[in-house]
């Protein structure tokens, strides 16, 4: 056993030190064709990958999945609703970023809703362990909902409605034993966020639980509807203008790129392609980055990082286009971009092409040459000025008081509840 062990050691050593060979002959072919950063680039990648722990913790704790069974689902009772009385709606989502879009529009709805006659409960659902207080601080001080804040793993009071706001909460609300219609509130279609493997398939069972779908856009309404038989409703993107507009005397001078590193969907990669592609050929113009912060970049550029709506709105003015990607679901981005006159680029899909149906938009094939080729016709037109004019003009009727003025309709139809006893 001994001369077992001995051997498995040299083994162990001598693979080792084949591989410490291997990379050593490939530092100099990288100092060569890509500097060192793409060295210590990496160093870092390999110390983070020995860093990892070998067992991640996953979105949705693993009892809360075992406890799913989708062929037994609970029924649930809905609380009886007296006329004259508001309608009471839990929303359980995951703990807020500040300027994360989705929670954005989540919030906007919850406030249009509350000044319209429903009570509403926020309820955390958090695997990770977060601190509650700070994320609390963040629906008050940033999102602006003063009702009921609590965790949903201490249970949710009985309400009219009870809300799923993304694939990971779904799964505390079908378990929930409270009293309340069970909806989904769909921003994306999830499971595009991960490899085909264990967690897209859990969040595609989601669409199995048999809550009534709100969907904003409808990109993903056939989708949902033929392949997992959820009955959805959809309400229109709606584009804020009064923090989004149009300066008519701002000089415009660059372009812009809204980058994202932690959200593939975003094509980040992609995007500082294209802005390379670009650059190369057009060294006079300004280069704006903002979202994360991008770091160096084989070309010059501002690296703003992240910016309050009244400052995009500022740097949109100071732009003749802007790059806006996204494989998944629309970016409310290229809406903003629209509203203060900046033209936006944006990935030619259908998804795209069916919520993002506007003539001011460019879109162009996902690759580099001819995202950048779109940006240098936009900077080429020679009636720069009607154009941008235009293009803001066409979203000024896109609102989100009629977004959810559609919910309120959709709730109230699912609810069969006639709109003048909701008060």
């Known amino acids: 056993?001994?001369?077992?062990?001995?051997q498995s050691v040299f083994q162990s050593m001598s693979r080792a030190?084949?591989?410490?060979?291997?990379?050593?002959?490939?530092?100099?072919?990288?100092?060569?064709?890509e500097g060192l950063t793409a060295v210590s680039d990496r160093i870092r990648r390999v110390a983070a990958q020995r860093l990892t722990p070998a067992r991640v913790i996953s979105p949705v704790r693993r009892a809360d999945i075992m406890a799913v069974d989708l062929s037994h689902p609970f029924e649930y009772s809905i609380p009886t609703f007296n006329p004259g009385?508001?309608?009471?709606?839990?929303?359980?989502?995951?703990?807020?970023?500040?300027?994360?879009?989705?929670?954005?529009?989540?919030?906007?709805?919850?406030?249009?809703?509350?000044?319209?006659?429903?009570r509403n409960r926020i309820y955390?659902?958090?695997?990770?362990?977060?601190?509650?207080?700070?994320?609390?601080?963040?629906?008050?001080?940033?999102?602006?909902?003063?009702?009921?804040v609590a965790s949903v793993d201490r249970g949710m009071e009985d309400a009219h409605i009870v809300f799923a706001t993304s694939w990971p909460t779904a799964y505390p609300v079908f378990n929930s034993r409270c009293g309340g219609?069970?909806?989904?509130?769909?921003?994306?279609?999830?499971?595009f966020f991960y490899p085909v493997g264990s967690t897209s398939s859990l969040a595609e069972n989601t669409y199995r639980m048999g809550f009534h779908g709100i969907g904003i856009g409808s990109c993903f309404a056939e989708k949902l509807t033929s392949e997992f038989g959820m009955t959805i409703d959809t309400f229109n993107y709606g584009c804020d203008i009064s923090q989004y507009h149009r300066s008519p005397n701002s000089p415009r001078s660059g372009i812009v790129f809204y980058a994202r590193r932690d959200n593939a969907r975003r094509g980040l990669e992609l995007g500082l392609m294209a802005l390379e592609v670009f650059a190369s050929r057009n060294p006079e113009v300004e280069i704006h980055i903002y979202g994360d912060t991008i770091g160096k970049q084989p070309f010059s550029f501002t690296d703003h990082g992240r910016l309050s709506p009244a400052e995009l709105n500022?740097?949109?003015?100071?732009?003749?286009?802007?790059?806006?990607?996204?494989?998944?679901?629309?970016?409310?981005?290229?809406?903003?971009m629209l509203a203060a006159g900046c033209i936006p680029v944006v990935n030619d899909t259908p998804q795209v092409r069916t919520d993002l149906d506007n003539p001011f938009v460019a879109y162009a094939l996902p690759y580099p040459q001819a995202l950048s080729a779109q940006l240098e016709a936009v900077l080429a037109n020679q009636d720069f000025e009607f154009l941008s004019s235009a293009a803001a003009s066409s979203v000024h009727a896109t609102s989100w008081e009629e977004a959810g003025a559609e919910i309120d309709r959709?709730?109230?139809?699912?609810?069969?509840?006639?709109?003048?006893?909701?008060?």
Not at 1 to 6: F, L
């Open 1 to 6: 056993m001994a001369q077992a062990r001995e």
């Open 17 to 33: 030190r084949t591989q410490l060979a291997r990379r050593f002959r490939q530092i100099p072919q990288l100092l060569r064709t």
């Open 85 to 118: 009385q508001p309608l009471t709606a839990n929303w359980v989502i995951t703990p807020p970023a500040l300027g994360s879009g989705g929670h954005t529009t989540l919030f906007r709805m919850v406030r249009y809703l509350e000044a319209h006659g429903y």
């Open 124 to 148: 955390f659902y958090d695997p990770y362990g977060g601190d509650h207080l700070y994320y609390e601080s963040i629906v008050r001080n940033y999102y602006h909902f003063h009702g009921p």
């Open 181 to 191: 219609k069970r909806f989904y509130f769909v921003q994306d279609f999830e499971p």
């Open 314 to 336: 500022l740097l949109y003015n100071r732009c003749y286009a802007g790059l806006s990607l996204s494989f998944t679901n629309v970016s409310l981005v290229a809406l903003e």
């Open 410 to 423: 959709i709730l109230r139809r699912a609810m069969r509840i006639d709109a003048k006893c909701i008060r």
